[in-house]
Each structure stands twice: as structure tokens, then as C-alpha cells.
């Protein structure tokens, strides 16, 4: 059987049940994107307030691509379980506050009708960096590719994220209901001011009096979001299901650490989020950056080097003396280019964040992070390097990192075992890096992307030597040798 509304009597004492009569919560927020991470992070918040007393932040997912997560959830009432795993320990709670999940591309209008409705106030996204459809480089509206080019169109049957808010913006505005708070969780850089550029566009090239509505009306707080939530594997539903006596196929893993900074920008009616935890400021972009920066930054070098490597997991990584060692360095890096706000201590960041990468019951696998580098590395290294070669300092550690990317996209651990390199821009970089036969005019190749790269970066000789250096080491001394190599200074 499997986990649902009829099966929360039956289960074990120790399982943290919502509590609370579901049947009188309003849907509050639409989230678009509901992967494993809306479920172990911001549902957890709406949860704990409806808990809390307040039944207007029930939650209606939606996924803009794969009908997955529906197909999951709706047949368990929406329900699923949190386990928050640390070392040996495991702690399982059960959330209430979805309702259920649309699959926008079977009914692309339910959905609009969902963002329209009266009692939703607020849009939660984590739709990943590419689902912006921003140009990484550029911050502008990847009018080429060809969902956006079909919202362009019409927006009868939206396909992006940015279009599914306009149309159902423009219907709210016709409604005359007040319009939407849209929150990305996403790990962008800025990224309610990338959200808000992706919508306020579209809805321009449609009718500009509907943009200048939005932007008078709508809010798009910037966010910073952090808990580590690997992708759930078959083992886990089946340790989970001898646990629980029923099968829960929603339910996502997670660490206990988690935080969210939103800023403090609402349009209409609000939650009480500071009652869940939630810190609200009026500066997100230092927590941001500290957290891009330093976690982000890490996990993308652990990710290239560790896969290279074939080290599957992020514990095993900083589990070897070598690999934290490295660890600290890009941090000792990254360290100098942050403007850490007042709350932030850095050094006791830094131990939390080792701590947090090294608990093994999670099982964060580098291939997940290695995902979608193209997006990445603008706002986890490359912003890092610019800011350390501005000032003067070296850049090794974080080049050593950009070299594991590049070497990457040839599709080849060290081990000899081919993988598909999974970003958008795979085809791309490929053809880059077939075009140089040594290491450096391969590196040297995909410089030219200027989608990843910055012109003014790639313009400075200190940037190209420091990456072409790392990436003739990778290839002739392995990840580990490069570690190594840097570490010790012996080359
Ligand atoms: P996931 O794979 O479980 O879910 C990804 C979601 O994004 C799915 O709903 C998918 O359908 C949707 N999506 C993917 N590509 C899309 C596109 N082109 N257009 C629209 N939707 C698209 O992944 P997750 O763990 O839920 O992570 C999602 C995002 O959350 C990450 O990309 C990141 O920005 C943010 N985040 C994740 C974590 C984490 O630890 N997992 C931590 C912080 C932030």
C-alpha cells in the first residue's frame, strides 16, 4: 500500500504527522518546479505555519515538464515524508501542506488558472537555473530558444516558467485581483531580479501597459535558500517503506541544517514566515554571495574533480585528508571576495559547511551537482575569480575547479568510462573542446563561450594562464595529482 490520507493511522509513533485538518487549508502558493528540494525546504515552511494556525499556505505544485512528480504525489493525497538524516541518525516527518500537482504541459491552463485564483498570494519557482531562459552572460531573454520563442507567440498554452506567470498575471489584472509575490528558490545570482527581468520581458513583448502593471504591482524578493537535498534513489523508498509499513515514492532526504533569507518585498497578502524560521532582511545578496560563493563554489570543484576521479559521493571527497585540504583552499579564496553581513561569521561557516558535506547518511552524489555546470559556474567560481584577480591574488584553487569543468565536458572519467555530459550547452562545448588536441587549446576553446565566460575575463592573461596551467596538470597528473600538486606547490 501505499503512503495517503487513509494510511496516517497505521504508521510507526515516532513519525512526525501534519496534525493539523487539511481539509480546511487554502491554497496559498503555487510552487513551479516541485522537485526534491521545494519539498524538503520552502513546503516545510508553509507547513510549519499552517501548523502553526494559519490554513491560508497550502501548497499546488506543479512540474512545467515531466508528469513525475505528479504521478508520485497525487495518488498519496499529497502527502509525503522529510528524512532528515544525520550520521546514524534519522528523523521522519510527514507534510501535509501540498494539495496536488499539476503537469503544466498536460493542462497548461489549469495551471494559469491556479497562479489566478483569488486565495493564491504567493509563486514559489525551483525550476533550476536554466528554466529562467536568461542568458547566463547576458541576464537577457533567450529569445531563440524555442519555448520562449513559442510564449512570444501566444500565451494560450504557456511552456516557460516566465510565460506561465505572465498569462496568469494578465488575467489577474483583468480580474482586477491584486497581483503575486513570486519568490525564485532557485541558486541564481540576484535571482528575484533575474526572475523579474525573465517576466517583466515577456510580458513587454506582449502589451507593455501589462509590464508596467507587473512591475508596479508584483514582487519579486531576492532569496537565499540552503539545505542539501540529494535526488532519492530506490534504496531509499524501500529502507523508507520498512520503516513506514507503506510506500512513500514522494518522499525526499535531507540534512538537518536549513535556511532561508528572503527579502522583505511582498505584494499583498504575506505569511508570517519569520514564525517559521525564515530571516527577512532588507540585503539578501551578501548571504547570497557568502553562500554561492563558499558551498556552491566547493560542490561544483568537488563535483568535476571528485567525478573525474570517480569518487561518487561528496562525504567520500572530503572524507580524504587531500580532498578537505583542497576544500579549505577554494574557501581561503573565495573568503576574500565576500562582504559577509552581520549574523555571518565566516570561520564558523566554514566548519558548519565541512560538517555538512561530510555526512555520509546522505549520499550527495557528485554526478547530481556535476548537472547543468553551464549555469553554474558564472555565479560559483568565474564571479570569484574576477573579484581575487581584481585585487591582485592568486587563483589556483578556484582555476583548478574551472579546468575539472572543462575537462568534463569531454565526457570521460579517468577511469576511461564515457557519461553523457548533462547541460544545456552539451552539444556546444563538446564541438568546443574537440576543436584542441592538447589541454590547453582546449581550455582555450571553450574560453570562447561567451555564455559561460565574461568577455573581460577571458580578455586578462593572468585568468588564461591560471586555467591552462591547471588544466595541462589535471591532464598529465589526474584530479588527485592536481590536488596534490597544488597542496604541496611541487609541480
Ligand atoms: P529536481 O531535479 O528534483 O527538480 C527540478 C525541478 O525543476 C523539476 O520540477 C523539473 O521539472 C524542473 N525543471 C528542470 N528543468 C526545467 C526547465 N528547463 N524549465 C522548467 N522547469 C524545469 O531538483 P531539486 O533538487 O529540486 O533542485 C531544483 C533547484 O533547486 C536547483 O536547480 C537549485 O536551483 C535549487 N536548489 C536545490 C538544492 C538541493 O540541494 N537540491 C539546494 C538549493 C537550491
Not at 56 to 67: E, M, Y
Not at 216 to 225: L, S
Not at 411 to 428: H, I, M, N, Q, S
Request: proline fraction near 6%; glycine fraction near 8%; aromatic fraction near 6%.
Amino acid at each position: 500500500p501505499r503512503l495517503s490520507e487513509s494510511a496516517l493511522g497505521g504508521l510507526p509513533a515516532d513519525v512526525v504527522q501534519p496534525g493539523y485538518n487539511r481539509t480546511t487549508v487554502k491554497a496559498g502558493v503555487v510552487h513551479l518546479g516541485i522537485g526534491a528540494f521545494h519539498r524538503a525546504h520552502q513546503a516545510d515552511v508553509f507547513d510549519q505555519l499552517i501548523r502553526a494556525g494559519d490554513p491560508r499556505w497550502g501548497i499546488r505544485g506543479a512540474s512545467l515538464r515531466s508528469p513525475d512528480v505528479a504521478e508520485q504525489m497525487n495518488p498519496q493525497d499529497g502527502l509525503y515524508s522529510v528524512v532528515v538524516r544525520d550520521g546514524s541518525s534519522e528523523q521522519v516527518r510527514i507534510i501535509g501542506a501540498v494539495q496536488d500537482v499539476l503537469v503544466a504541459p498536460q493542462d497548461p491552463a489549469a495551471l494559469v488558472e491556479a497562479l489566478a485564483a483569488a486565495d493564491t498570494h504567493l509563486v514559489t519557482l525551483t525550476v533550476t537555473e536554466k528554466g529562467y531562459k536568461l542568458d547566463p552572460a547576458t541576464g537577457t531573454l533567450l529569445t531563440e530558444d524555442a519555448d520562449v520563442a513559442a510564449d512570444l507567440g501566444g500565451l494560450d498554452r504557456p511552456k516557460t516558467a516566465p510565460g506561465f506567470l505572465v498569462a496568469a498575471l494578465k488575467l489577474r489584472r483583468e480580474r482586477g485581483l491584486p497581483a503575486l509575490t513570486a519568490i525564485s528558490c532557485d541558486n541564481l545570482p540576484h535571482n528575484g531580479a533575474a526572475l523579474s527581468a525573465a517576466v517583466l520581458d515577456m510580458a513587454a513583448r506582449h502589451d507593455p501597459a501589462l509590464r508596467d502593471w507587473i512591475e508596479a504591482n508584483g514582487a519579486f524578493p531576492q532569496t537565499m535558500v540552503d539545505r542539501i537535498v540529494p535526488a532519492t534513489t530506490s534504496e531509499d523508498i524501500d529502507a523508507l517503506a520498512a520503516r513506514l509499513g507503506v510506500v512513500d515514492r514522494a518522499m525526499v532526504k535531507t540534512e538537518p541544517f536549513t535556511q532561508w533569507v528572503v527579502e522583505d518585498r511582498f505584494a499583498g497578502e504575506r505569511p508570517d514566515l519569520a514564525s517559521a524560521g525564515v530571516q527577512l532582511t532588507q540585503s539578501v545578496a551578501p548571504w547570497e554571495e557568502a553562500k554561492l560563493r563558499l558551498l556552491n563554489g566547493a560542490h561544483s570543484a568537488i563535483a568535476y574533480l571528485g567525478g573525474l576521479a570517480g569518487i561518487d559521493f561528496v562525504h567520500q571527497f572530503v572524507a580524504r585528508e587531500a580532498g578537505s585540504r583542497f576544500v579549505n583552499r577554494v574557501w581561503d579564496e573565495a573568503e576574500t571576495t565576500l562582504s559577509p553581513p552581520p549574523g555571518l561569521e565566516v570561520a564558523a561557516y566554514r566548519n558548519e559547511l565541512m560538517a555538512r558535506f561530510a555526512n555520509s547518511s546522505l549520499q550527495h552524489r557528485t554526478r547530481q551537482i556535476a548537472m547543468d555546470g553551464s549555469q553554474k559556474l558564472p555565479q560559483r567560481l568565474l564571479a570569484t575569480i574576477s573579484a581575487r584577480l581584481q585585487k591582485g591574488q592568486p587563483i589556483d584553487a578556484l582555476a583548478l575547479g574551472v579546468a575539472a569543468w572543462m575537462r568534463w565536458q569531454e565526457g570521460r572519467d579517468e577511469g576511461g568510462a564515457a557519461f553523457k555530459v548533462d547541460d544545456p550547452l552539451a552539444d556546444t562545448t563538446r564541438s568546443l573542446v574537440e576543436r584542441g588536441s592538447s589541454p590547453t587549446d582546449k581550455a582555450l576553446a571553450l574560453l570562447s563561450l561567451s555564455a559561460v565566460f565574461p568577455a573581460d575575463l577571458v580578455g586578462r592573461p593572468d585568468f588564461r594562464a591560471a586555467v591552462t596551467t591547471q588544466a595541462e596538470r589535471l591532464a598529465r597528473l589526474g584530479a588527485l595529482g592536481a590536488i596534490d600538486a597544488l597542496l604541496s606547490g611541487n609541480v
